[in-house]
């Protein structure tokens, strides 16, 4: 029997069992392939950028590792993202942050980016089939230092200011091109290693910025704040935190990003979704994977990642939840490294959307917790490896493990000779 029969098989009985769950297989094939993820630009070359302004990553975040194979160039970074999307099912959308920029080998500083600068990208996506979302980038540059929009200094604080109002402008274009909103992301890295004397002073600073930057609306993107629990070297302070993106977002009807690093270990990013929805338009979240700290590890399907999707599906919140990735891991292949995280979001995805809600809420409503409990210890040992096979074979990339020998090979023609 061909690896293809075989997938085929045990696919037929795993849609029985389910089946007799009073879950649609087919159905749920359908509605998986066309959740779009935003696929971050900046695992591909350790968020270097392209701007050629110089200086090395701050802002609180760095990247470990030096394996071979960067992406040196724009043109590097978009044929790495091609072939790792070409190892997962669907049509994605693609996140920059400002420093990629097509600047032509010129000097443009952050106050001075323009639509322009970004038009082959945009063009880029349209040939390729993808969507783009945007970032503003405050780290990695002279006037970083610890504080940005929340700096005391006015020069300093309008030249960030003036630099996020131009990504807004670039996000508006973006999205109008597409023809479909873009989601501009704003974070910043303000903090302090000490606790300040004058915590109140700098939020408040804070305020007033986004006010300011705020003031033009757009009509074809989407503002998402997203917070930060700290960074090295700031890790006692940090302005931008849950509780002020939170306040402001809903005073405002801002969207709130959740980035699954940015909070402590012991807190339930999922738990915090039911609670979003009732009070914010939508949600955007950076998943992550943090290993003791915001150490943005690849993702990978585990615990904290299946909750974070059954508690989507739960809700029934695919519309108003926007699903981006945000790590970066360059002590593996990078384009291995893409695949992997993507994949596991849409495994944890097709875990939540074959769960039996129906039942489950049956059995609560009933009060037989027994049973819903029972249920749900059993569902976790269904075949529903069988049917991730079969999303793969339907939408023709590598089932299994077969994508490693298609990495490794991409790795021997392309990466190895940079």
Same mark, same amino acid.
């Given at each position: 029997?061909?690896? *293809?029969?075989?997938?085929?098989?045990?696919?037929?009985?795993?849609?029985?069992?389910?089946?007799?769950?009073?879950?649609?297989?087919?159905?749920?094939?359908?509605?998986?392939?066309?959740?779009?993820?935003?696929?971050?630009?900046?695992?591909?070359?350790?968020?270097?950028?392209?701007?050629?302004?110089?200086?090395? !990553?701050?802002?609180?975040?760095?990247?470990?590792?030096?394996?071979?194979?960067?992406?040196?160039?724009?043109?590097?970074?978009?044929?790495?993202?091609?072939?790792?999307?070409?190892?997962?099912?669907?049509?994605?959308?693609?996140? !920059?942050? *400002?420093?990629?920029?097509?600047?032509?080998?010129?000097?443009?500083?952050?106050?001075?980016?323009?639509?322009?600068?970004?038009?082959?990208?945009?063009?880029?996506?349209?040939?390729?089939?993808?969507?783009?979302?945007?970032?503003?980038?405050?780290?990695?540059?002279?006037?970083?230092?610890?504080?940005?929009?929340?700096?005391?200094?006015?020069?300093?604080?309008?030249?960030?200011?003036?630099?996020?109002?131009?990504?807004?402008?670039?996000?508006?274009?973006?999205?109008?091109?597409?023809?479909?909103?873009?989601?501009?992301?704003?974070?910043?890295?303000?903090?302090?290693?000490?606790?300040?004397?004058?915590? /109140?002073?700098?939020?408040?600073?804070?305020?007033?910025?986004?006010? *300011?930057?705020?003031?033009?609306?757009?009509?074809?993107?989407?503002?998402?704040?997203?917070?930060?629990?700290?960074?090295?070297?700031?890790?006692?302070?940090?302005?931008?935190?849950?509780?002020?993106?939170?306040?402001?977002?809903?005073?405002?009807?801002?969207?709130?990003?959740?980035?699954?690093?940015?909070?402590? !270990?012991?807190?339930?990013?999922?738990?915090?979704?039911?609670?979003?929805?009732?009070?914010?338009?939508?949600?955007?979240?950076?998943?992550?994977?943090?290993?003791?700290?915001?150490?943005?590890?690849?993702?990978?399907?585990?615990?904290?990642?299946?909750?974070?999707?059954?508690?989507?599906?739960?809700?029934?919140?695919?519309?108003?939840?926007?699903?981006? !990735?945000?790590?970066?891991?360059?002590?593996?292949?990078?384009?291995?490294?893409?695949?992997?995280?993507?994949?596991?979001?849409?495994?944890?995805?097709?875990?939540?959307?074959? *769960?039996?809600?129906?039942? /489950?809420?049956?059995?609560?409503?009933?009060?037989?917790?027994?049973?819903?409990?029972?249920?749900?210890?059993?569902?976790?040992?269904?075949?529903?490896?069988?049917?991730?096979?079969?999303?793969?074979?339907?939408?023709?990339?590598?089932?299994?493990?077969?994508?490693?020998?298609?990495?490794?090979?991409?790795?021997?023609?392309?990466?190895?000779?940079?």
């Amino acid at each position: 029997m061909s690896k *293809e029969q075989t997938i085929k098989q045990t696919f037929q009985a795993a849609t029985e069992r389910y089946a007799a769950l009073g879950v649609d297989v087919n159905k749920v094939l359908g509605e998986l392939k066309k959740i779009s993820l935003s696929i971050h630009c900046w695992q591909a070359d350790d968020v270097t950028g392209y701007e050629n302004l110089g200086g090395t !990553l701050t802002g609180g975040i760095q990247v470990t590792g030096n394996y071979q194979g960067k992406a040196g160039t724009i043109d590097e970074l978009r044929r790495d993202i091609l072939k790792a999307t070409s190892c997962v099912a669907g049509s994605h959308r693609l996140s !920059l942050h *400002e420093i990629y920029g097509d600047f032509q080998g010129k000097k443009v500083d952050r106050d001075e980016v323009e639509p322009a600068h970004f038009a082959s990208w945009i063009q880029w996506a349209k040939e390729n089939g993808m969507k783009l979302d945007f970032n503003s980038t405050s780290f990695s540059h002279p006037k970083s230092g610890d504080l940005t929009l929340s700096n005391p200094d006015d020069d300093i604080r309008n030249f960030w200011i003036e630099h996020t109002k131009r990504c807004r402008w670039i996000s508006d274009e973006m999205g109008k091109a597409q023809n479909d909103p873009c989601m501009m992301n704003l974070w910043i890295h303000d903090g302090s290693k000490e606790v300040p004397a004058n915590r /109140l002073k700098y939020r408040r600073i804070l305020e007033q910025s986004l006010n *300011e930057i705020f003031s033009t609306e757009y009509k074809n993107m989407c503002d998402c704040i997203e917070a930060k629990l700290f960074g090295i070297g700031l890790e006692s302070y940090t302005v931008g935190s849950y509780d002020f993106y939170l306040g402001y977002g809903i005073k405002k009807g801002k969207i709130v990003t959740l980035d699954t690093g940015h909070f402590h !270990l012991t807190e339930s990013v999922a738990d915090k979704l039911s609670s979003l929805l009732l009070f914010t338009p939508e949600i955007m979240l950076h998943v992550s994977r943090p290993v003791r700290w915001d150490s943005d590890h690849v993702v990978i399907l585990n615990d904290d990642l299946s909750d974070l999707a059954r508690e989507i599906i739960r809700c029934e919140a695919l519309d108003k939840v926007h699903i981006g !990735l945000d790590y970066f891991d360059a002590t593996i292949n990078r384009i291995g490294a893409y695949v992997i995280g993507c994949r596991a979001v849409q495994k944890s995805l097709l875990l939540a959307m074959l *769960e039996p809600s129906s039942l /489950l809420q049956q059995y609560e409503a009933e009060g037989k917790y027994f049973q819903r409990l029972a249920l749900q210890e059993e569902l976790k040992s269904m075949p529903w490896p069988a049917v991730w096979d079969m999303f793969c074979l339907q939408n023709d990339v590598p089932i299994g493990n077969d994508y490693i020998e298609e990495i490794e090979q991409y790795e021997k023609d392309v990466t190895d000779k940079r």
